[in-house]
């Protein structure tokens, strides 16, 4: 690991402060009451295809949004095993270290600019859907 103490320092004081707002983020999302009237009009019987749609339409960007935090909770984990560990700040791919302003930027990056960009350009089509 290259990073000076300091840095490292920063970076985990970030990640956690970070992992906690998204812990209340998914925890606030889970308890709301205001998406208790869009349950209603789900379970309201009979609805009519629009009611339905909005319906649907709302529960699936909440679980989105929820799946989207919990993403980034888990590379939070993964990254304060990487400090434990220490590897943080090595690129998993070339070995090199990940630049400060690169961590800074994305906390939990585990490539290094150039190795991230090759894999971009690699697996750019990958999990993209088809008809």
């Known amino acids: 690991m290259s990073l000076k103490q300091s840095e490292l320092s920063k970076l985990t004081k970030n990640l956690d402060r970070r992992y ?3 812990i209340e983020e ?6 709301l009451p205001e998406h208790q009237q869009y349950i209603e009009l789900i379970d309201r019987g009979p609805a009519d295809s629009a009611d339905a749609a909005i319906g ?3 529960a699936d960007i909440n679980l989105a949004i929820i799946d989207r935090h919990i993403r980034e ?3 939070i984990e993964a990254a304060r095993a990487r400090i434990k560990a220490g590897s943080f700040g090595d690129c998993i791919d070339c070995g090199n270290a990940i630049d400060f302003e690169r ?3 994305y906390p939990t ?3 290094c600019l150039v190795c991230q960009q090759q ?3 690699l697996y750019a089509h990958e999990g993209t ?3």
């Not at 998914?26 to 308890?31: A, K």
Request: net charge neutral.
């Open 20 to 22: 906690q707002s998204l």
């Open 56 to 58: 649907d339409a709302l």
């Open 26 to 31: 998914v925890r606030d999302e889970l308890e």
């Open 109 to 111: 990056a585990k490539r």
């Open 73 to 75: 909770i888990r590379d």
């Open 103 to 105: 961590l800074q930027a």
């Open 129 to 131: 859907h088809t008809l």
């Open 119 to 121: 894999r971009e350009r």
